[in-house]
């Protein structure tokens, strides 16, 4: 390519208001100066003149070539310098023109941050493509409209100019070298454009760029018929602009610019330059009547360099994996159908094939059902490249390779041979055999859907594995997938024999466990359900020289596998059906005060099984913590029987013994509690009454006066009775509220005088006896430390209580003096 170097002098003649174009160095042979300077007049304009302004036109000439000029405010001549160069076609150059001097025209565009005042950037300065990407992404939805309408700039009959409205010229030279970067090499050297222009409407190029300064007499980018009919107007000053045209090559390549990766199939994979500075555009095109917008013969024809396939390839490079989300539905199925053509077409190179099978596999991540299609033309290639031998296993591979649904694979599976699926299917109709190993492993490639088929021949496996005393069916069994050595499946099977997990079959997984089929089983316990692993350890615990059953198996099951303690419900029956699976699961009197040792008392409760555990609860032996855990959990249970009653009266007791129970709220209950629960066990009777016995001794004197409370003990039975004598004399000595000190509270002694002193209908000898003592040795030791004032107060209590009890006060007083 031969370059000319020009210079002009753009001025405004004063008198007659036209522009005059001057020569300042001699012009050069062989340029075509009359064309060219028809071209710089309809580009530039003398005045006005505030920046520097590039500008690049195609000449319609027979030589060819293309005029590049910076125009610029020059002082000297109160005019415009153009400096010019003249690229023309030189058949006999063999250099290449993007090493010896850039990549595209605009690279020439001189940015403020260069310095200097050269009329074009250095040869070696570009547009790098960070700066580009960092453009890209701040421009946003505006890319791929912008692009639509660069690539109707070169279709045929050729788009409608392209006006950019911008606030500065470098705003307007990124759009340009945007584009650039975007279309094919060919294309990209081959755009016209201007990054200043007072009159759009007579410039040449392709891009012409406008700025706010733009008179709205000479060009107005508000215009409907401007903006719709004569122009395509992006506009970045806050205009409508011209509305978007859909264009499926525009919207992946500003896509890919999202994404960070340049649209242009020949573009390097990886961009490390680093990022420059911030800059702001828009874009659209207008109509092509301009002289320079006529298509270099030499130009490939439009349709290839379009092409979708090659822009869906570079988004392989994407670095965000789910970047086909965000396509719209109709343009992933435009990619599609153009990938499904590719992969019918011969011949197909690897390379080729292998983007093919990624970007389906890209977009069934989203879409799997779309890309159907495609996967069944990529089968349907591998298939017919095999050898007919190896085509069923060739189709298996490539199923796991491809996301293909059980659809697509059965269709294109039976173009080539009977399916698996309906072999299996009639197989499964019997007991497994080794004809299962066929059909079975063709349907589970890798990647292969679950279909119904092989979930029946899950469900055929696990019932033979269930009933291992029948023995040939279980040994096939276990014969088939010890052959298919499919560890997946194998799991599958596992977890359909453990569902339910109920008594019988818990016992049919340790039965197999236990059985000539169990040391397959431990081969396949690693990730298998809970209760096929437990399963198999009741089996080895049980047998020699272990032989651990009953509550030592179900504490050992718990360590082994809870971490000594049961979790939930669900674990709690595995291990219960596993230690008693006899007398209907419930344990040996002497096992069922261990089993709370591993396990919470609440989930027994939960699961209903607090019934069997009866006599635990009602014959203790002796009255534990671990009793009283449980007696509290029965106490919450939902079902009215004798066992909750006496739970219930068991912590009513205990809780009132600690003063967590009212003395009012423990009279409410007690009676009827007592009644459901029926006759106590001596151990329970004893430990209820000192509970009891020890409420009532530590109550406030003046409560059990309101609530009656002693006529609840006077009337009971003697064990009752001789605990709250017991009761008393201790709280009496532990400085409670009977310690002498405490009982200077004239109120309480009242109150005590009367509860002691106070006939109680169906009170028994003992307990007259007791009320007796209790006066003497209470309320007869705390007598001497009141003084007059003081018993004043008690008689004045007692006042208010009735005669009979003051009486009864004196004559009492009188007694012991």
Avoid at 53 to 82: F, I, K, N, Q
Avoid at 148 to 172: K, M
Avoid at 233 to 261: C, I, K, M
Avoid at 593 to 619: D, M
């Amino acid at each position: 390519m031969a370059i000319r170097e020009l210079s002009y002098v753009l001025r405004r003649d004063p008198d007659s208001g036209t522009d005059r174009l001057t020569p300042v160095a001699p012009v050069p042979d062989g340029v075509p100066e009359d064309l060219m300077r028809r071209i710089i007049a309809a580009t530039h304009r003398a005045v006005p003149a505030s920046e520097a302004v590039l500008s690049y036109t195609r000449l319609p000439h027979r030589d060819g070539g293309g005029l590049l000029c910076s125009a610029r405010p020059d002082e000297e001549s109160a005019g415009l310098r153009v400096d010019a160069r003249y690229e023309a076609v030189d058949p006999d150059d063999t250099d290449d023109p993007e090493e010896s001097r850039r990549r595209w025209p605009v690279d020439a565009f001189r940015r403020r941050n260069l310095g200097g005042g050269d009329a074009f950037a250095p040869d070696g300065w570009f547009w790098d493509d960070a700066l580009l990407m960092k453009f890209a992404s701040e421009q946003g939805p505006r890319i791929a409209p912008f692009l639509a309408d660069v690539r109707r700039l070169f279709a045929d009959p050729a788009g409608r100019q392209i006006v950019l409205a911008e606030r500065d010229q470098e705003t307007v030279a990124r759009w340009i070298a945007l584009a650039c970067a975007s279309l094919p090499a060919e294309y990209a050297r081959a755009l016209t454009f201007t990054t200043g222009c007072a009159d759009p409407g007579a410039a040449p190029q392709q891009i012409v760029g406008i700025g706010p300064e733009t008179d709205d007499e000479v060009f107005d980018r508000h215009d409907p018929s401007t903006i719709t009919h004569l122009f395509r107007v992006h506009d970045g000053l806050g205009g409508p602009g011209s509305r978007p045209r859909p264009d499926g090559w525009a919207t992946v390549a500003a896509w890919l610019w999202q994404e960070q990766v340049i649209p242009r199939p020949e573009a390097p994979e990886d961009t490390t330059t680093t990022r420059d500075a911030d800059s702001t555009g828009s874009g659209a095109a207008p109509d092509a009547g301009a002289t320079a917008q006529v298509q270099d013969p030499q130009l490939p024809p439009p349709q290839g360099p379009f092409a979708l396939l090659p822009l869906v390839r570079r988004a392989l490079t994407a670095r965000s994996g789910n970047a086909f989300a965000a396509l719209p539905d109709d343009l992933l199925h435009e990619i599609l159908a153009t990938a499904t053509r590719a992969a019918e077409q011969d011949p197909l190179d690897e390379d080729t094939a292998a983007d093919l099978a990624e970007i389906a596999r890209r977009i069934a991540a989203h879409r799997r059902d779309a890309v159907q299609p495609l996967v069944a033309a990529l089968l349907r290639r591998q298939a017919k490249a095999a050898h007919p031998q190896d085509v069923v296993p060739v189709l298996e591979a490539a199923r796991g390779d491809l996301p293909s649904d059980d659809g697509t694979w059965r269709t294109v599976r039976s173009e080539f041979g009977p399916p698996p699926e309906d072999e299996l299917r009639r197989l499964v109709r019997q007991q497994p055999s080794p004809a299962w190993e066929k059909p079975l492993r063709a349907l589970l490639t890798p990647g292969a859907e679950r279909s119904s088929t092989v979930d029946d021949a899950v469900l055929g496996l696990a019932r033979a594995l269930s009933r291992p005393d029948d023995r040939q069916p279980c040994a096939d069994a276990v014969a088939l997938l010890a052959a298919l050595g499919d560890r997946a499946f194998t799991r599958r099977v596992l977890e359909r024999l453990a569902e339910g997990a109920e008594d019988r079959r818990v016992g049919a997984i340790r039965d197999l466990a236990a059985s000539p089929h169990g040391v397959w089983l431990h081969d396949h316990l690693h990730g298998a359900p809970f209760v096929v692993r437990v399963a198999a350890s009741a089996a080895d615990l049980g047998r020699p020289p272990y032989g651990r059953t009953g509550v030592e198996l179900w504490t050992e099951l718990a360590k082994l596998h809870l971490g000594g303690q049961v979790p939930d419900v669900p674990a709690l029956r595995i291990l219960w059906a596993l230690a008693w699976p006899t007398r209907g699961g419930v344990p040996p009197h002497q096992e069922q005060s261990r089993i709370t040792e591993v396990c919470p008392p609440r989930l027994i409760v939960e699961a209903g099984w607090e019934i069997r555990l009866s006599h635990w609860l009602k014959h203790p032996g002796q009255v534990t913590q671990e009793y009283y855990d449980f007696a509290r959990a029965v106490s919450g249970s939902r079902r009215p029987t004798s066992e909750r009653s006496l739970a219930q009266l068991v912590v009513l007791a205990r809780d009132f013994a600690r003063g967590e129970e009212t003395v009012g709220s423990f009279m409410d209950r007690v009676h009827a509690l007592e009644q459901e629960a029926g006759r106590l066990d001596d151990t329970v009777r004893y430990r209820i009454d000192r509970w009891i016995a020890h409420g009532m001794a530590e109550a406030e004197p003046v409560e059990l006066y309101r609530t009656h409370a002693l006529e609840y003990i006077a009337t009971s039975h003697v064990g009752l009775i001789r605990e709250y004598g017991k009761a008393v004399r201790h709280a009496q000595g532990q400085g409670g509220r009977l310690a002498p000190a405490a009982l200077r509270e004239p109120q309480r002694v009242a109150a005590l005088f009367v509860i002691w002193d106070e006939s109680h209908r169906g009170a028994k000898g003992g307990w007259r006896e007791l009320s007796k003592e209790l006066l003497y040795d209470v309320l007869g030791a705390v007598l001497p430390h009141l003084d007059e004032r003081e018993l004043g107060k008690v008689t004045a209590v007692l006042t208010n209580v009735g005669q009979r009890h003051v009486r009864a006060w004196d004559d009492w007083r009188s007694g012991r003096r």
